[in-house]
């Protein structure tokens, strides 16, 4: 990010990694420390109300927030032990005010979601790219905050303009006889931005650039920590948007639009994710199933927070309303979700579908799971575990091991459990659990749906495999 052109190529002055040294290295004045995280928690807290559902997530999951001069501006550094540090340096976040902050701060967010979905290491060595990133997230910025301008600092604006840039492109390729494309063209997706710039006889260098942009070892940062970070925000965003929050359905719709289909890995970031379900249609790649979509929205409505805590600020109450808990929730005890999830052994289960469902839950904050597999008995397995299928199918195992009249190796089911996600081919004597609406039946091909029209009929689905 752009916002001190003193420093820019100046190495970071010590590891950015090293929360001990961030700390102790000069530290600003008690008063710029307190006011600084201030403005910080005040920004966030207005992602998460209203403004960007994903930076909210994200943030969420920094769970280290340091103020520190080590960093002339501001950064989310994807360390090597799966931590994602928030570094910021106070005295700019006072100068920015909290209208700068949460520019910055956007900013950033925005930054690690481009990383995740364009992580190819050509397009990321290439300057034009970089500038790029800062056109079309600082153009995201102005639009998604409401803003005509970029934050000022000392009076003046900070960053890169999208505007002056485009300005720079028009010149040049007219000055080359060619037709440049009109500013909400050019602006249209992250990719457009890139392609333009590259028609350019002479693509402007950014003259200021992000701290992890400077410095080669954030830069690189480290991919699947930011990789786990970032899919994880999207995911939680779009359990957000299934379950009604309007903030969260634009937002990933927007960035969808801006991205999918732009780049292959991009395309296969947002069809892993299934949320082409939010638009309603597959995406290009086809790899989103209606299936998919009707298990995120069954699991949204299963594992909604019904007897949230209050919290005792006004504003918390209002977020546990909107279904969705960034910062705050870390305040207060609200119990984890238990989702089961048991895969029936006794009949092949279809990786695809597997590696789909062990990679969903995973991503989903507030949800311990519970992997069982079953055949004639139920076994515990951990995701990952190869599981073995032996004779028989008894659902009535499952129902009896999770309520909780059996046990496995002298160990019971000690939790209460608020869904369980059966996977099986539906061919064994039916059954009748003690609470049907938390069961959801997911009916591999070819096999027997009969929990769709039992009495009481319960939450099933036919799944594909793919091989269409
Ligand atoms: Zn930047």
């Known amino acids: 990010m752009a916002y001190d052109t003193t420093t820019v190529g100046h190495r970071p002055v010590v590891d950015l990694t090293d929360r001990r040294a961030l700390e102790s290295w000069h530290p600003a004045a008690p008063d710029v420390v307190a006011e600084a995280r201030r403005l910080k928690e005040a920004a966030l807290l207005d992602f998460g109300l209203t403004e960007s559902v994903v930076a909210s997530w994200i943030y969420a999951k920094c769970h280290h927030q340091i103020p520190t001069t080590a960093v002339p501006t501001a950064a989310v550094v994807a360390s090597g032990d799966g931590s994602c540090p928030l570094l910021y340096n106070p005295g700019f976040f006072v100068r ?97 931005v890139f392609s333009e710039l590259k028609r350019m006889r002479q693509p402007p260098v950014p003259t200021v650039s992000c701290v992890h942009l400077t410095d080669p070892e954030t830069a690189d940062g480290d991919q699947p920590t930011l990789d786990e970070t970032v899919s994880s925000a999207l995911v939680n965003s779009l359990l957000a948007a299934r379950r009604g929050h309007p903030g969260a359905e634009r937002e990933l719709l927007d960035l969808m639009d801006r991205t999918d289909g732009t780049s292959e890995h991009a395309s296969r970031v947002w069809g892993r994710l299934g949320a082409g379900a939010l638009r309603g249609r597959t995406p290009r790649t086809g790899k989103v199933d209606w299936w998919q979509r009707w298990l995120v929205d069954v699991l949204a409505s299963k594992l909604r927070e019904g007897e949230r805590l209050v919290y005792p600020k006004k504003r918390g109450a209002l977020l546990a309303a909107l279904g969705h808990d960034p910062m705050l929730s870390r305040c207060g005890p609200v119990r984890e979700k238990n989702l089961v999830i048991a895969y029936d052994t006794s009949g092949s289960m279809p990786d695809a579908v597997v590696d789909w469902l062990t990679e969903l839950v995973g991503q989903i904050d507030g949800v311990t799971a519970h992997w069982l597999s079953f055949d004639g008995a139920v076994m515990p397995f951990h995701p990952g575990e190869k599981v073995y299928g032996g004779g028989g199918t008894s659902f009535q195992a499952v129902a009896d091991y999770v309520e909780g009249r059996t046990t496995v190796d002298g160990r019971g089911f000690e939790e209460i459990p608020d869904a369980v996600v059966m996977l099986t081919d539906g061919y064994a004597p039916h059954i009748t659990p003690a609470e049907p609406d938390k069961w959801i039946w997911l009916i591999t091909p070819g096999g027997n749906d009969w929990p769709d029209h039992h009495t009481p009929p319960m939450a099933c689905h036919r799944v594909t495999t793919g091989d269409r």
């Open 96 to 192: 920015l005010g909290l209208e700068g902050v949460k520019f910055v701060l956007f900013h950033e967010a925005r930054h690690l979601v481009h990383r995740h979905l364009f992580a190819d290491p050509e397009l990321r060595a290439d300057p034009v790219f970089t500038l790029a990133a800062e056109v079309a997230i600082n153009h995201v910025a102005l639009v998604r905050l409401g803003r005509k301008e970029l934050p000022q600092l000392d009076g003046r604006p900070t960053g890169v303009d999208p505007r002056e840039i485009h300005r720079d492109y028009a010149g040049d390729l007219t000055a080359q006889g060619l037709e440049p494309l009109g500013y909400d063209a050019f602006v249209e997706t992250d990719m457009t």
